[in-house]
């Protein structure tokens, strides 16, 4: 989130560092996306999986397209450091524990709270 947030100031003030969709950069979808899945982990069991769904979508599709993206056409994924894996692959392995969180949660008898 931290670093989806950043990138989205230094988009908005340098620009040309995130992709954009229409006119709203790929940076900003992504740390809202965060957000929806942060406020569904913070108010379990109460949160509809609606929230989960509706943020994780993107927050899992577009890194894993990121590093399709990546695999085909190098350079195209910014790196926070220079030389370093590109941020596209950190955000897909990060989408697939955040998907494998969700699954484990919802598997099973939820905890109750009291």
């Known amino acids: 989130m931290i670093a989806a947030g950043v990138r989205l100031v230094?988009?908005?003030?340098?620009?040309?560092?995130?992709?954009?969709v229409g006119f709203v950069p790929v940076c900003g979808i992504v740390l809202v996306s965060h957000l929806a899945v942060l406020g569904y982990g913070a108010w379990i069991p109460r949160a509809p999986k609606a929230l989960f769904y509706?943020?994780?979508f993107p927050a899992v599709v577009v890194p894993?397209?990121?590093?399709?993206?990546?695999l085909r056409s190098p350079n195209l994924c910014q790196n926070t450091m220079h030389n370093a894996v590109p941020d596209c692959f950190i955000l897909a392995s990060l989408a697939a524990l955040l998907?494998?969180?969700?699954?484990?949660?919802?598997s099973g008898d939820r905890v109750q709270s009291h």
């Open 64 to 70: 894993v397209l990121g590093s399709f993206g990546e």
């Open 10 to 20: 230094h988009d908005l003030t340098v620009s040309d560092v995130c992709p954009d």
């Open 99 to 106: 998907v494998f969180s969700f699954l484990w949660m919802n």
């Open 54 to 56: 509706v943020g994780g």
